[in-house]
């Protein structure tokens, strides 16, 4: 199993140093003092021993060759050993050749390296474990050290027996489980930390969601509502304009087919001077009649708009008396002002007279109410009474000024009556025509009315017009253009007006709702999203955690069992040799390992150190050596002499190394201590013991030499530096003969 071992810069190998290990039995011998127990020492070095005491030194840079007067000294040292891998010892790696290599620098940097890769000291110790080949170092036995399983305390005899056992290998396997628990653990800490931690963020995300969905219906009850809205108002605008058109279309026509016949009058009215005379005068009151007329057609339209926005005025006050949602958007109000401003620009241009001054105060008195609009409004009830007061104060202005205009066309009337008694006075002819004439005044004056009415009217479609376009505005603006996708009603419905003014009060509750709602939110849902998928994924895992958790504690429970009973197992059978080879070696007798016990709390058997032992309570019993020499009565190992000594830790180390065989097993001057009738058993039972493990034996014993096959001379020189003589006692024994 042992192919060979290479030592370089190692203690007081100085030079590159190689030992074959051909046979089953080699020997190591030499005079005290030439360096034969560094080769054991290199053994351990190169296997990952890291106490220094075990190998006879206190810093790393001890074990480096130090140098001489000759030879210089090194900065590094290195031990190589080669394992034949052929039956698969180490049945991870598939080679048939393993090499373990260990270097030391003087700074105190270790290095290690498998086949020439480098690795872990865990991997190298893990490695050795699936070869029985442990940490506790039960396979070398080194000078001094033959009893020290017998001096070792119960815990730590325990674990060179479970080394022995082969068991580490279950160990190893168990540590991990439990570091891959540990970390689970950790693991699953943290995730429900970061559950923990998101959870409040989602709830909030979560709110907010609702909030928008909330607003998405209030979206569409608008988008349904103003679809409503302006389909209905938009054919109401369509078809009183068109009526009203119509009406003034055919009320023009009348009005021109009495002008044209009162011409006729006028032109048979200027025969004569006199009739001249009348006529001139008859021309003058009909052109002052027609001036005042246009004025009250103009005043008409105007008085028309005011009384529109006068309306929807009262109705918003009314609006914001029930509805607290009900507000006058600002945009409206300066569309207002300017519509105004345009129209008196308008008026402007006309002839000068009373209407001049009436749309003159008419723009100061609109111009004040924006003005008290345009500022900052804690009140809107109080705002929209003020405005409501302002108008009809405005409107009654107007009113009285069309009541003025009013008067003066009866009194032009009056006038123009008056002149065409006259006229007809003197005429007797002319009466009948006289009476057609005032009839045909009559009802030029009626259709004059008719058609300011209707002006007014187109007036205060047009302000509706306006108030459509900007609702219109603002509903795309919230919720989009669908709110104008809807099919154009031809016949309004039977029902009264104040129905349609409802449905706009509910649509502006709506839109204030809507824009107290927020926009469309997409950043909250996406990461809203976002944030349930992290938590789905982090529940996952969670679960996913857990069932690796359990798996652990269930391989740990597993190996605990396994580790149980192997040890159980291991225990009897390692007691059956120990019992055989102790009696070999005393003659008869008997010695068995046996578990320790603790004693009771509190009484006189327990001592500090079952104390220590009992205050953990996960803590395995130790091993403790039970032993009975042939006529000799022996309380506990202290009694037991030198050579009685080596002789039961020679049996165990042997009964030990039967049970599990390692590798290989090293004996560094074991057989010290024996006499001549112990040496031959003590090679015996190497003979015996080689037949399962290879063994390198350190010895001065001429006995032991004798069953080797390879002898190895260890000498030093002058120059401190320890060198190598080998002899193969098959061939030595050739040219002996």
Not at 78 to 104: G, H, M, Q, W
Not at 717 to 723: L, Y
Request: no cysteine; net charge negative.
């Amino acid at each position: 199993m042992l192919k060979r071992l290479e030592i370089a810069g190692f203690k007081s190998f100085a030079k590159k140093t190689i030992l074959d290990f051909s046979s089953s039995v080699t020997s190591v011998v030499g005079p005290n003092g030439s360096g034969k127990s560094n080769v054991a020492e290199a053994f351990r070095f190169a296997l990952g021993e890291q106490s220094m005491k075990s190998m006879r030194g206190k810093r790393s840079e001890d074990l480096i060759w130090s140098g001489s007067n000759i030879a210089p000294r090194a900065n590094r040292a290195a031990v190589t050993i080669v394992f034949d891998n052929r039956a698969r010892i180490f049945p991870k790696l598939e080679f048939d050749e393993v090499s373990i290599e260990r270097a030391v620098f003087r700074d105190g940097a270790s290095e290690y390296a498998i086949n020439g890769s480098k690795v872990r000291l865990r991997d190298v110790q893990e490695l050795l474990a699936s070869a029985n080949i442990g940490e506790t170092g039960h396979h070398i036995i080194s000078q001094g050290e033959a009893d020290r399983i017998l001096t070792a305390q119960p815990r730590e005899r325990r674990a060179m027996l479970e080394d022995a056992l082969g068991l580490k290998v279950f160990e190893f396997k168990k540590q991990e489980a439990e570091r891959k628990l540990e970390r689970t653990e950790e693991n699953v800490g943290q995730v429900e930390a970061l559950r923990r931690e998101i959870a409040p963020h989602i709830r909030f995300l979560q709110k907010q969601v609702e909030k928008l969905e909330r607003a998405e219906e209030l979206a569409k009850e608008l988008r349904a509502a103003s679809q409503t809205y302006f389909a209905i108002e938009e054919a109401y605008i369509r078809i009183e304009r068109e009526t009203t058109e119509e009406a003034a279309k055919e009320a023009t026509g009348r009005l021109r087919a009495v002008e044209a016949e009162l011409a006729l009058f006028e032109e048979r009215a200027t025969t004569d001077s006199e009739g001249m005379r009348r006529s001139e005068a008859v021309r003058q009151a009909e052109r002052n009649l027609d001036r005042i007329t246009a004025e009250r057609s103009l005043l008409a339209r105007d008085l028309g708009r005011i009384e529109g926005a006068l309306n929807e005025a009262k109705k918003r006050s009314v609006a914001v008396a029930r509805e607290p949602y009900v507000k006058i958007p600002r945009e409206d109000l300066a569309a207002l002002k300017e519509e105004v401003d345009r129209q008196v620009a308008l008026v402007e241009g006309a002839e000068p007279g009373a209407i001049h001054a009436a749309v003159q105060s008419l723009r100061n008195a609109m111009t004040a109410f924006f003005a008290r609009y345009a500022g900052p409004a804690d009140d809107f009830m109080a705002d929209e009474e003020v405005m409501a007061k302002e108008l009809e104060s405005k409107r009654e202005t107007l009113v009285q000024k069309d009541a003025a205009l009013t008067e003066e066309t009866e009194r032009a009337r009056s006038e123009l009556s008056n002149v065409r008694e006259r006229m007809m006075a003197h005429e007797e002819t002319g009466r009948e025509q006289n009476r057609r004439l005032l009839d045909l005044a009559d009802t030029k004056a009626k259709v004059e009315s008719e058609l300011a009415r209707r002006s007014a009217h187109l007036g205060q479609l047009d302000y509706l017009a306006e108030e459509l376009e900007q609702n219109r505005r603002e509903a795309v603006a919230l919720v989009g253009v669908n709110a104008l996708s809807y099919e154009p009603v031809a016949v309004l419905p039977q029902e009264d007006r104040r129905v349609q003014e409802d449905r706009k009060r509910s649509m502006e509750r709506l839109k204030i709702r809507v824009e107290e709602a927020g926009g469309s939110g997409e950043d909250v849902r996406s990461e809203y999203k976002e944030a349930t998928e992290r938590e789905t994924f982090l529940a996952s895992e969670l679960e996913d955690l857990a069932a690796s958790a359990a798996g652990l504690r269930s391989l740990i429970a597993d190996l605990d069992s396994e580790l149980q009973k192997s040890f159980a197992e291991g225990l009897a059978k390692v007691n059956a040799s120990f019992g055989e080879f102790f009696g070999l070696m005393f003659g008869g007798g008997g010695a068995r390992l046996v578990l320790e016990e603790f004693a009771q709390p509190g009484s006189e058997e327990e001592d500090e150190y079952e104390i220590e032992t009992k205050r953990k309570p996960n803590q395995k019993p130790g091993i403790e050596i039970s032993v009975h020499l042939p006529k000799k009565r022996v309380q506990s190992l202290m009694q037991l002499s030198g050579g009685e000594r080596a002789l039961t830790s020679i049996a165990l180390i042997f009964a030990m190394s039967q049970v599990n065989p390692p590798p290989f097993l090293i004996l560094d001057e074991t057989d010290a201590a024996l006499d001549e009738a112990n040496s031959r058993r003590y090679g015996d039972m190497i003979e015996n013991l080689s037949h399962k493990s290879q063994l390198i034996v350190i010895t001065h014993n001429r006995e032991t030499m004798s069953r080797a096959s390879i002898l190895y001379g260890v000498t030093m020189g002058a120059d401190g530096i320890s060198k190598l003589l080998s002899v193969k006692f098959e061939e030595a024994q050739a040219v002996a003969k």
